[in-house]
């Protein structure tokens, strides 16, 4: 390959990187599986008395009203990257996750029930808390869903990540600069003549 090869292509890569952050930015982290794994069953509740019955996802046809439990999740994400007297730097992506404890109706005909509201208040939602906690815990001791849940709900979650396919790109621009000098200087410099082109040159 000739050495000129080896000098354009690390000018053309540290451009390429110096131009990613408008042409090809880094997309968001993927939220952690802890709500996928909290909520991989269903969580059901009707009331009783001051408070709630768990109700068996195999029972709860013709139960009225129903309510379903979740989390409204809020995430906030951003992309950060800085560049120093022209040379790129990394890509560094942060995620957050904040939960709360959510529910909605799950019995079908619920607009017809003029009495029950589609979601729990405030509240209630609160006096719910500890008893999805425990039930979860319950349900399955060994996995501790309930105190994953009470950790998504008090703490959230928290990504930082500088893995992405576009800090590649850019560690393949700054690796490939020694090359490029290697290729530069090689382009002044003459090889020297072998033994036998010595030979041939003075007859």
């Not at 292509?9 to 880094?26: A, H, S, T």
């Not at 982290?29 to 909520?39: G, K, N, Q």
């Not at 719910?128 to 009470?150: F, Q, S, W």
């Amino acid at each position: 390959m000739p050495a000129w090869v080896w000098v354009i292509v690390p000018v053309l890569l540290i451009l390429l990187g110096n131009m990613l952050w408008k042409i090809w930015p880094p997309s968001k982290l993927d939220e952690p599986t802890d709500r996928s794994d909290v909520f991989r069953e269903s969580i059901l509740v009707v009331p009783e008395g001051e408070s709630f019955r768990f109700m068996p996802f195999s029972e709860h046809k013709g139960v009225k009203p129903l309510w379903a439990v979740t989390v409204a999740v809020h995430e906030k994400n951003s992309v950060s990257w800085d560049s120093y007297y022209g040379i790129t730097g990394l890509f560094r992506r942060e995620s957050r996750w904040t939960y709360e404890l959510a529910t909605h109706r799950f019995d079908v005909d619920w607009k017809d029930d003029k009495e029950s509201s589609f979601a729990l208040s405030a509240e209630q939602v609160r006096r719910l808390t500890p008893l999805v906690i425990a039930e979860l815990n319950g349900r399955d001791p060994n996995a501790k869903l309930g105190t994953r849940l009470e950790g998504l709900l008090k703490d959230g979650r928290e990504t930082k990540s500088y893995v992405c396919a576009q800090n590649a790109v850019i560690l393949l621009g700054w690796l490939s600069v020694p090359l490029g000098l290697i290729g530069l200087c090689s382009m002044f410099i003459r090889p020297r003549a072998g033994p036998g082109q010595q030979g041939a040159s003075s007859v």
